[in-house]
């Protein structure tokens, strides 16, 4: 009875925090002389509007899903693992670079993407493990740490396209040259989805689900994140557990970069991570870092960035109103439980 | 108590919504579907569903003209970005202008750097469901989704600019039935503006701000060298030797921060060196703002912003002119063959209209003289016009590669081909080839 009390007065609090969002994006509306009604319409109809939209949808869905999954590895262990971008691109980047590697050679491209993809979750976990270093040897603050691998990460993907990469006689903002299509994620007929991605999604959530509460190490992850001394005092590592917890957000982020890169560009791209990885930091917020909310909040997100490209499209509206939208979502939702633990109590 | 004060304020805030949204003046509330209608956009269909799929798409509005062509025009940077963008633009408003029964359909900033997530032939789909029956790519950058959108909608014509897709005589032929390239012949504007730099510069030090090195990209800035260094020898009469001309490229057609230098920083980087005319080979006109401020301090520098004839109004005063491209015409001429099936597939490398070179119905670039330009100057300008138009060819023999081999020998003159994919800057250029 209690407890079902206090569930739905949380989610009372949520759907507020969401009303306070549409209020507030429809002020903004309001202000720049759109209509809101018509502005979220066609949100609606670009997300869901035919199959190849929502074939579209799901092409982000799956980076989102995977990043957001490692992200809750991280916040389970109280870590703000801001390097998760960059996480993404050196995935991308060792991805890339194992593909070229066998491009001229007679090894089944089947293998050839496996092996990469592999490479690619290798470089994500060296990446976050770099930004894990930092903090347990080097005393760096995660969030530091990470800002500035996500700095390097996009100097040297940067440099690799116009540089050892690049096009022959051109460098391109476009990115490296595509890779022939038998390198490409089989993906459904006219459409840009990969069955393989979603694949992919589904398990790292499964995996990532069962990791976190059915298993004594995302137990002892959670004592670590709640506090890192008394979990200490308990016998748990704590170093350990945070390092093993970057290592895993970032297998989970170069998995994501390899995505993009096999699954979506076929290519390096400047923009390989393509803002997913601060994405995936709104969403871990705000489902409350609770992996059973995760599929249908990425959804929803995903959902938002593809409807949003209507906007400028039909009514000359600039598409980061979606953006926008999704931040304050994020920001009301965070208010809302500040409120919620002042006038309800804790629980 | 406290849950009763939770359940006001959320009430409050649903209601507030409602009224917010409601209030505004849509029609009918009941009915949120339906579009508003503005009078302005006549046209706008209700649903985007694929018109193939649903023929009779915009059933509500039975105003709307029947049969209306629409072309959609994605766009790399922004659509008043006073450059490249702009220029295409305002090429798709001289179309709905001067061909009846037209309408224009647009995505600005489609780059991945703006559009995370998203492809260039993603975007074409989204122009495409808004009924558009022939698509505008316009960047060299979007080659790889023009190419592959074009083989995916035979039914829908594509004018990729810039591109060499369906050259015949090109390195990258591919034939595409659907594509057509166009390119104005900026060769012949840069020359003009380099040797307007080279009448102008006092220090004799021009700065080239370049984009990001590509067979285009050198091209253009190279047919700038050779502009500036025929009138200095020919018409100012000054030693050779006396010339610099430097390119530094920022990476990127315009900035974005984080991904390409700041042509911002670049440009004072050259004031500070001595340079006193830029000549802008990106899209956006930094170049001019920092001329006109190290002007405002005392120092006498130009500019030559590059793309939209109105660049020099972000700073006339130190505006010496703006070699344009004017893509309307050829636009205009492809959306009437494409509307009355008798679109041809081509590669179109397009000179100016030497009879008159700013005769906007009728030329594909122009030179358009900002007020900076000084009487002296003038004559000789024009005179260099002229003899670009009686038949003067500045690609020829000798010319050297930057490395010293050589590109042209005595009395050879460069094909289409070789300067197209031009693949080195040329002696005397000082700056990256690569």
């Known amino acids: 009875m209690n407890q079902t009390r206090t569930r739905s007065i949380s989610l009372l609090f949520q759907l507020g925090g969401l009303a306070l969002a549409v209020l507030f994006v429809t002020i903004i509306l309001l202000l720049v002389d759109a209509q809101p009604m018509e502005a979220f319409r066609l949100i609606w109809e670009g997300a869901t509007g035919n199959p190849t939209r929502i074939a579209s949808v799901f092409v982000v869905w799956v980076p989102l ?103 022959p006689g051109i460098a391109s903002m476009s990115g490296t040259e595509p890779f022939p299509e038998h390198f490409w994620l089989p993906t459904f007929q006219n459409f840009r989805l990969s069955l393989w991605s979603i694949g992919f999604a589904v398990l790292g959530l499964i995996i990532i689900y ?21 979990a200490f005092r308990m016998g748990i590592p704590t170093w350990q557990h945070m390092m093993l917890s970057f290592v895993i957000c970032g297998l989970f982020a170069g998995l994501t970069g390899a995505i993009q890169v096999t699954g979506v560009y076929h290519r390096l791209i400047p923009s390989i991570s393509s803002g997913y990885g601060f994405m995936g930091l709104m969403i871990a917020m705000l489902i ?23 906007l400028p499209i039909v009514i000359k509206l600039d598409s980061a109103l979606t953006g926008v939208l999704q931040g304050s979502l994020v920001l009301f939702i965070l208010i809302m439980q500040g409120i919620k633990q002042r006038f309800v109590g804790k629980k | 108590m406290k849950k009763k004060y939770a359940w006001t304020i959320f009430a409050l805030l649903l209601v507030m919504v409602l009224v917010l949204s409601a209030c505004k003046p849509t029609p009918a509330p009941s009915a949120p579907a339906e579009p508003a209608a503005p009078a302005e956009e006549p046209a706008a269909p209700a649903e985007p569903a694929a018109p193939a799929e649903e023929p009779a ?35 798709g408003e001289f179309v709905v202008e001067k061909v009846p029964g037209t309408k224009m359909i647009y995505l600005d900033r489609v780059n991945t750097a703006d559009r995370p997530g998203t492809t260039a032939a993603q975007l074409a789909e989204e122009l495409v469901q808004q009924g558009a029956k022939l698509v505008v790519f316009n960047s060299d950058d979007m080659k790889d989704d023009a190419v592959e959108f074009t ?23 591919v034939p595409l039935a659907n594509m057509a390239n166009l390119m104005g012949e900026m060769e012949y504007g840069k020359m003009i503006a380099g040797c307007d730099a080279a009448l102008h510069t006092q220090s004799g030090s021009i700065g080239y701000l370049g984009p990001l090195i590509n067979e285009e990209t050198r091209r253009l800035a190279t047919s700038a060298y050779l502009g500036a260094r025929y009138c200095w020898d020919n018409y ?138 000084s009487q002296d100057a003038k004559p000789l300008l024009e005179k260099f016009i002229a003899e670009l138009a009686g038949g003067l060819n500045l690609w020829s023999g000798p010319l050297n590669y930057q490395d010293g081999s050589e590109f042209l020998a005595e009395g050879e003159v460069a094909t289409d081909v070789e300067i197209w994919y031009l693949s080195q800057l040329l002696e005397g250029m000082e700056g990256r080839s690569e």
């Open chain 1, 65 to 167: 899903l995977l990043v957001t999954c490692g992200l809750l590895a991280t916040f389970t262990a109280g870590l703000w693992n801001i390097g998760i971008e960059g996480q993404i691109t050196v995935g991308a980047i060792f991805t890339t670079g194992v593909m070229r590697l066998f491009l001229d050679t007679s090894i089944s491209p089947v293998l050839v993407i496996i092996i990469s993809m592999l490479a690619g979750m290798l470089g994500g976990a060296l990446w976050a493990a770099l930004a894990g270093i930092l903090k347990t040897f080097g005393g760096v603050n995660e969030i530091f740490g990470g800002l500035g691998l996500n700095f390097i990460a996009t100097a040297l993907n940067i440099g690799l396209i116009f540089g050892a990469w690049s096009r």
């Open chain 2, 236 to 373: 100012l009469e000054k030693d050779p030797a006396d010339l610099k001309f430097r390119v530094t490229w920022i990476g990127f057609w315009f900035n974005i921060p984080g991904f390409t230098e700041d042509p911002t920083q670049v440009a004072n980087e050259f004031i500070n060196s001595g340079v006193d005319v830029i000549i802008s080979g990106i899209d956006t006109t930094e170049g001019l703002v920092e001329a006109r401020k190290a002007t405002g301090e005392g120092k006498q520098v130009f500019a030559i912003p590059y793309d939209f004839i109105g660049a020099c109004e972000e700073a006339p005063d130190v505006c010496l002119g703006v070699p344009y491209f004017n893509w309307g015409p050829s636009y205009a001429r492809y959306v009437s063959s494409a509307m009355q099936g008798t679109w041809k597939s081509a590669f179109e490398w397009m000179p100016p209209n030497w009879e008159n070179i700013n005769d906007l119905d009728n030329t594909p670039i122009g030179y358009f003289s900002g007020p900076a330009m």
């Open chain 2, 151 to 173: 083989k995916n909608n035979p039914e829908i014509f594509v004018i990729h600019a810039s591109g060499d897709t369906v050259w015949a005589d090109g390195e990258n032929y």
């Open chain 1, 288 to 310: 409350n870092y609770q992996a059973i909310w995760l599929a249908p909040i990425a959804l929803f997100f995903a959902a938002l960035n593809i409807g949003g490209i209507q």
């Open chain 2, 57 to 91: 798409a915009p059933a509500e509005e039975p105003a709307a003209p029947a049969e209306e062509f629409v072309f959609g025009m994605l766009l790399v940077g922004p659509y008043n970005d006073k450059g490249w963008s702009q220029a295409h633009y305002e090429a």
């Open chain 1, 210 to 230: 069962f990791l976190l509460q059915g298993t004594h190490f995302g137990l002892r992850l959670k004592a670590v994140g709640k506090g890192m001394k008394s």
